[in-house]
């Protein structure tokens, strides 16, 4: 680790046999402040990998000696964080299909190029590379300061690499089966509420209040179907990034974490969208959610956007999210604490939210969600169970242990030994259960 960071740090590695390409890669990214070093021989460009550290790298395809494919297959070796683009002049798509499975390309782009496609690819490339560094050294400095999340600390990233690919792996398989239905969200939508809904530590129901006012807000402000949807759709999923990260950090209130813990938290929008990534279709919604965090006036994360700057679907959501949020903090349960939350989100009118959008959260008739339901599953507790419902998925011990595997048909006595285990405990089970 100590070699790594020592390195010196290039933006974008170019590597390509024309020499005319190079230049014009160079000054491409040189007029956009972006560093840069060129090979025109991949063998030199392993090289050059394993004496600095760089963000991306931009390798041609067609080269002798070597093609882009295996050089990208043997820089992994060096080092597989860089974002990989694959530079391609020619059509041949199973080649290029092989070259992304064979060296984990993240993008390919057929000469001659886009430039405005090209530079996007690569602020990308670079602002994801940054982010998993930024993790790193941040996981180092916690374990440091804070003996109690030393644990946490060690495993924070192999559990949400892994957390992340295992949802990412549901969602490629979805993609494949309903390659056909791309414009229809709602079964890709259904499966990861479902396991937002499952996971004892987050609120479905809390949930389904931001998506119905994320809705109610969008349809006020006369947006289109597409915006309407989406607003709803991103209230529903908003917590799905907190799914790879360890319980610690979302089981109690935000106020109640340390300010490391705090650092990591805010970073769960991000891990929504690297889990989102293969669910094309959720581009949108997947926008709204990691800008859920800006401010109107600037000051938020993680970009720091200001007013329109900001996607609409993601100031609709920061004001449903932290509008329910404060509702779940006021004790009192007559209507007036829905009056009581919006005037905590008033006194950050202009700074956090959109002054419009809290004029529209002002003039529609709130309702609070009353059914753990939604789309093809319900979330029950022992208490509930009848007989003859269907588990939706496998239901585990409060210490991890398999009590019934999905697809299992309740009778009286599994009803009747779920509820004697639940009895016992502090807190019901949550079984899920196909409608």
């Known amino acids: 680790m100590a070699e790594q960071v020592s390195k010196q740090h290039i933006q974008v590695l170019c590597i390509d046999d024309d020499e005319i390409v190079l230049r014009t890669l160079l000054r491409l990214l040189s007029a956009n402040n972006i560093t840069a070093k060129a090979c025109s021989d991949p063998l030199e460009g392993l090289k050059v990998l394993a004496t600095y550290s760089f963000d991306v790298i931009i390798c041609d395809m067609r080269m002798p000696n070597m093609d882009g494919a295996d050089f990208f297959a043997q820089a992994l070796n060096i080092d597989p964080e860089p974002h990989r683009i694959l530079l391609t002049g020619y059509s041949d798509i199973d080649n290029t299909i092989a070259a992304v499975n064979r060296g984990k390309i993240h993008a390919y782009i057929q000469k001659p190029w886009q430039n405005e496609l090209l530079l996007r690819n690569i602020s990308d490339g670079i602002e994801k590379t940054s982010l998993k560094r930024q993790n790193k050294q941040l996981e180092k400095k916690i374990k440091a300061q804070n003996s109690q999340l030393k644990e946490l600390n060690n495993n924070l990233e192999q559990m949400v690499e892994k957390r992340t690919l295992q949802i990412r792996k549901v969602l490629k398989q979805l993609e494949e089966v309903n390659e056909r239905e791309k414009q229809e969200h709602r079964s ?70 340390t300010e490391n813990q705090k650092k990591i938290f805010y970073t769960h929008p991000s891990t929504a969208q690297l889990m989102l990534m293969p669910a094309t279709h959720l581009h949108d919604v997947s926008e709204a959610i990691y800008y859920q965090f800006e401010h109107y006036n600037g000051s938020g994360t993680p970009k720091g956007l200001k007013g329109k700057e900001i996607p609409i679907t993601a100031m609709i959501l920061a004001v449903a999210r932290d509008f329910w949020q404060a509702i779940a903090h006021i004790t009192v349960q007559d209507n007036s ?15 956090h939210y959109h002054p419009k959008i809290l004029d529209v959260l002002d003039s529609i008739k709130i309702t609070c969600a009353s059914d753990q339901k939604v789309g093809t599953m319900k979330i029950i507790s022992a208490q509930d169970l009848k007989n003859g419902m269907v588990l939706g998925h496998a239901l585990r011990s409060y210490d991890g242990i398999l009590l019934l595997p999905k697809g299992h048909v ?26």
Do not use: C, V
Request: proline share 5%.
């Open 337 to 351: 604490r829905y009056e009581s939350a919006l005037d905590q989100l008033r006194l950050y009118s202009g700074t």
């Open 410 to 435: 309740f009778g009286a006595k599994s009803i009747a030994k779920l509820q004697q285990l639940e009895a016992r405990k502090p807190n019901p089970f949550r079984i899920m259960i196909k409608n």
């Open 188 to 257: 890709t939508f259904e499966i990861l509420y479902n396991f937002i809904n499952a996971n004892p530590y987050l609120d479905g129901m809390q949930a389904q209040n931001i998506a119905a006012t994320s809705k109610q807000i969008a349809e006020q402000l006369a947006l289109d179907k597409q915006h309407i949807e989406r607003a709803e759709m991103a209230g529903y999923l908003a917590q799905i990034g907190l799914l790879a990260m360890e319980p610690e950090l979302y089981k109690k209130p935000t106020r109640e974490l």
